[in-house]
């Protein structure tokens, strides 16, 4: 839990002192195997940093308009030998 932090360098018995009064005061159950990272945590400590809503969204838009070409493409050419 304490790693890639300044806590991570004290001793395993403050570790679990820390993890034992965090227990106490949120009432929630933290042991040595707890993590508490979230996803932006980890993004930022793979450096991970230049991704914003608006480039998600026109990644998102792009990826909508290849697959609708695709879809059309295929429709295309799947009816091409259809009888009339």
Known sequence: MFDGTPMG???EATKVNVLNAMSKSMRVDF?????ITTGPDIMRMRAVTDIGKWSCLWVTVAWGFLFRALFYVTL????RNKRR
Do not use: A
């Open 9 to 11: 360098k004290l001793p």
């Open 31 to 35: 042991n040595s195997s707890s993590c």
């Open 76 to 79: 295309v050419l799947g009816s």
